[in-house]
């Protein structure tokens, strides 16, 4: 009969046998009385940790544990076995003059996967290992499917990222980044409450898909009968509650856009967005090098990060430079010299720049960032503010104070990737809407990601708000940095993925 433990490489029958085998010692369990799935309740009184760290106040006192068996060694009356929990693994030593020969038999029979619950005395073993000598044990799930063999792992990414309860179980840096993940979340949280804000929740589901330019998912409301957007953006809601009087807001949580899939996207993913009345985008760029930092030190201890081979320095002060400039650095073309459309657009052509309409609609401004995204963007790998975009692409952003073809906005940028975006609000009821209806020619010619009018948007707009600074930020690409993860997938406990027809 073969050895489950060594299950690399188990074609289909072979794994039906060894599940057949496990299925079978349950059964035998169950007709002894011992049924595992019976056990309601285990009354833990430490983890793997906490008996490591404290080991001098432990030694020699009772500890109660639990976790899944990972390994089993020995012979005759002794069994060395690790086993995991949700902060490490510990050693437990089964002694047959401590157990007795039929638990030591019952122990040695458990599979690679099974959970256990263990009682015993904390102690070194010779080697200096702290451990566990069990007095008592009761095996509280049985699992009935192997998992992968211990050195080649789980390796596949598509079976990784379908399966990420098995790739936390086998690769112990998988957990360390997801319990990463939540230390930075709640750094965000503390760094934010600290400063006065808010945090409020808005809708999911929405009427209409605002408050970005990005293709929505459409759903429908069947008691109302009416189509429903699950949200690309948290921006419109935040800002009527500025309007309500809240100075400080954010909203940490999904947004879901109906595109692309790659190392940097994923349809649903996790963003803030934050509004502060009274601020510009000056203010908005303070604030985001210095929650940054701030998280880098909670989490990391350090605001330098390797990333990919890179060393990543999140100090403040940040880079700041025009989109104009950036561009001029690394394309050679000098936009303060561009005065036309056409002369932008005989640019472009000669570029061979990419647009979704006839080049002979695309503005100075669209050819100015099309150079950006083409030449500058990726050359952006220290933390970088770019700021001072055209009006064109910037629907919601108050104008540049003393040039109205640009508007106060910024987008910062690391390794190349945008991580954030922020305004100095456009708060003009009228300039909106005309901003509104310029869209929708946008959208007319062809692009089908072009901003939206909401009129409860723009009934909160006409009640007034005052003079406010908006951001937005990636907290999946802000989690792949301070994890080093080469792709966003990583850092999502369940990414999008298509359904598993073979079952």
Known sequence: MMSEEKNVGLQETDLNEVMKQRLEKLQSLQEEGKDPFDVYKVNTTHHSKDIQDNFEELEGKEVTIAGRVMSKRGQGKVVFSDVHDKLGKIQLFIKLDN??????????SLNIGDLVAATGLVFKTKTGEVSVKVMSFELICKSLRPLPEKFHGLKDPDLRYRHR??????????????????????????????????????????????????????????ALDIDMYL??????????????????????????????????????????????????YNDMMEITENLIAYVCEKVLGTTKVMYQGTEIDFAPPWRRITMVDAVKEHSG????????????????????????????????????NALYEEYAEEKMIQPTFVYDYPVEISPLTKKKRGNEEFTERFEGFVFGREVCNAYSELND??????????????????????????EDFMHALEIGMPPTGGLGIGIDRIVMFLTNAYSIRDVILFPTMKPNLNK
Request: no cysteine; hydrophobic share 40%.
């Open 99 to 108: 157990v007795g020969e039929e638990k030591l038999k019952e122990y040695k």
């Open 165 to 222: 309860e098995v790739d936390v179980i086998m690769n112990p840096e998988v957990k360390e980044t997801f319990l990463k993940r939540t230390a930075i979340m709640r750094a965000i949280r503390e760094f934010l409450d600290n400063k006065g804000f808010m945090e409020a929740e808005t809708p999911i589901l929405s009427p209409i898909a605002g408050g970005a330019a990005a293709r929505p998912f459409i759903t429908h409301h069947n």
């Open 231 to 280: 949200r690309i953006a948290t921006e419109l809601y935040l800002k009527r509650l500025i309007v309500a009087g809240f100075e400080k807001v954010y909203d940490m949580g999904k947004n879901f856009r109906n595109e692309g899939i790659d190392i940097r996207h994923n349809p649903e993913f996790t963003m803030i967005e934050l509004y502060e009345a009274f601020a510009d």
């Open 333 to 368: 073309v000098d936009f303060n010299e561009i005065k036309s459309d056409e002369e932008a657009q005989a640019i472009a052509k000669d570029k061979n720049l990419p647009f979704k309409k006839d080049l002979k609609f695309v503005t100075k401004g669209e050819v100015l």
């Open 429 to 454: 009821p009228v300039v909106q809407r005309n901003r509104f209806m310029q869209q929708a020619n946008e959208r007319e010619l062809g692009d089908d990601e072009a901003y939206v009018i909401d």
